[in-house]
Every structure is written in structure tokens, then in C-alpha cells.
């Protein structure tokens, strides 16, 4: 006999959960955050100034870079 093949399966069953995808850009966001960071703490090492200008301009920086990164992916969920 030759066997079915069962019908096809809703999509929703083939795709991954959504908090996966929520926990790895919550690992990116991280990243960016501290790699930006740093970053600023490096540039800031290297300057010799007493004043932390460039440890607080790249974290700014970081934070506002990791927020577009969050709004470009919840934007693509809608």
C-alpha cells in the first residue's frame, strides 16, 4: 500500500515561538549597549581627559542605536 503523507500542517505550527525571537534581540540589544560602552570606556582610557565626554557619548550613542534597532523589529511585527 502506498502511505498518505498527512495534510499539510497549519503554519503556525512550523514557526518558532515569539519570546524566542524576543530573547535574542534582548541578547543584541545587550550587545550593542555594551559594546558601544566599551567602546566609550577604551576611547575614554586612551584621551587622558577627566571628564568622561566620550564614555558618555558612546554610550548615548549605543542606547539610541539599540532603541532604532528595537523600533525597526516591532515595527516588522505589525
Known sequence: MESQKPANKDSKDNK???????????????????AGTFLGWW???????????????CCFASIAIAFYQLWNMLRQDE
Open 16 to 34: 518558532t515561538p515569539v519570546f524566542v525571537k524576543y530573547i535574542g534581540l534582548s541578547f543584541q540589544l545587550f550587545g550593542i549597549i555594551g
Open 43 to 57: 576611547i575614554q582610557s586612551k584621551s587622558d581627559m577627566k571628564f568622561p565626554i566620550w564614555l558618555l557619548l
